[in-house]
């Protein structure tokens, strides 16, 4: 079972217990966050295709931590 989702203009494969990185979120860790642009999902074969978006359909994901980039000093 997987979806394909879409997020900040970036389409996303995920099944469930898997851990993605996401740009560019501004929730707390902990938190949960729910992805509701699912365009594609698969239920043991039966795939199901949306027009961009299935309607009624959403990811839900939890925040585990934020990640930042090295420091660049420029002179």
């Given at each position: 079972?997987?979806?394909?989702?879409?997020?900040?203009?970036?389409?996303?494969k995920?099944?469930?217990?898997q851990?993605i990185?996401?740009?560019?979120?501004?929730?707390?860790?902990?938190?949960s966050?729910?992805?509701?642009?699912?365009?594609?999902?698969?239920?043991?074969?039966?795939?199901?295709?949306?027009?961009?978006?299935?309607?009624?359909?959403?990811?839900?994901?939890?925040?585990?931590?934020?990640?930042?980039?090295?420091?660049?000093?420029?002179?």
């Amino acid at each position: 079972m997987y979806a394909i989702v879409a997020v900040n203009n970036r389409q996303y494969k995920v099944k469930q217990g898997q851990e993605i990185y996401v740009d560019l979120q501004t929730s707390e860790v902990g938190s949960s966050v729910k992805f509701d642009q699912v365009l594609l999902a698969d239920a043991d074969g039966s795939i199901t295709v949306g027009t961009p978006a299935l309607k009624n359909a959403s990811e839900t994901a939890s925040v585990l931590h934020h990640v930042q980039g090295d420091k660049v000093i420029v002179f």
